[in-house]
């Protein structure tokens, strides 16, 4: 059997090879070389040196501000997504009456749109704020929590049924020795269920750490990045730089290759970290 994978393992890696060569290897690449260069189009790009990126953190301070807003709202939104989506998977293992109905309650809202979403939340948001004669625009901290609001009520739900997936696959066997020993229901919950779904929690973290950071749907239908750049995250930014700025093509480019090689090294962090402790789980 195992000379029977080694010998048609390539085979069949290559169509995702194929694809991740094609969707990002060399895209990356070229965009690498092309942060380089002044353009306005591909066919017509020069060699300029560091100058995009020096550019990128000099024009305007409006990426350094996006950075630090969108690092921010990615480990708030992080922690508590993912504290909510576990809470939520504790309460619905039980074997308590219409948990199979909740779970589909909480689950919904990730089947909607992000454009649709940040509409929604803009709408509600802007009602409350209404009566105190207030809108989204009038604060960036409105925009900021509306945005952690929104990611939460997304993202909690297909985080939930990871976590659920991986408490119902911890052993009865296990649970049922910690009850006779006595064990209460937070040492249970400590030495038992989080180190045996370590794993989920790898999965869960890196997707919500990755989704924060590339956020743009959201953020563009919630509060457009305003007022004055206030609630403008990463992506946004950068679409505004490349698409909305004649002559900063090259310095779009600059900060998109920034803002990959940063989410990757972040992510990878992330990766390490949880890692290590399922191994010692």
Request: hydrophobic fraction near 55%; charged fraction near 10%.
């Amino acid at each position: 059997m195992e000379k029977s994978i080694r010998k048609w393992f390539a085979l069949f890696a290559l169509p995702g090879l194929i694809c991740f060569l094609i969707a990002f290897l060399v895209p990356f690449v070229w965009g690498l070389v092309l942060s380089f260069c002044s353009f306005t189009t591909i066919t017509d790009a020069h060699f300029i040196g560091l100058g995009n990126y020096v550019r990128a953190f000099t024009v305007d301070g409006y990426f350094t501000q996006s950075f630090l807003f969108t690092l921010l709202f990615t480990v708030i939104s992080v922690v508590t997504i993912n504290l909510a989506a576990f809470t939520f998977a504790l309460l619905l293992t039980r074997n308590v009456p219409g948990t199979n109905a909740f779970r589909t309650i909480i689950f919904m809202p990730n089947l909607i749109g992000g454009i649709v979403l940040g509409w929604i939340w803009n709408v509600i948001i802007n009602g409350v704020l209404a009566a105190f004669g207030m809108n989204i625009m009038s604060d960036p901290k409105f925009g900021f929590w509306g945005l952690v609001v929104l990611m939460n009520w997304q993202n909690a739900g297909y985080m939930m049924v990871i976590y659920i997936a991986a408490i119902q696959n911890i052993p009865q066997d296990e649970l049922e020795a910690a009850a006779i020993d006595g064990a209460d229901g937070w040492t249970t919950l400590t030495r038992i269920t989080i180190p045996s779904v370590m794993p989920s929690i790898t999965i869960c973290l890196f997707l919500t750490l990755t989704n924060g950071f590339k956020l743009y749907d959201q953020n563009l239908a919630l509060t457009a990045g305003q007022p004055n750049h206030g609630t403008e995250m990463l992506a946004m930014n950068i679409f505004n730089t490349f698409y909305s700025r004649q002559g900063f093509e090259g310095v779009g480019q600059a900060k998109a290759v920034i803002f990959t090689i940063a989410v990757a090294l972040i992510a990878l962090l992330q990766l390490r970290f949880t890692r290590d402790r399922e191994e010692t789980a």
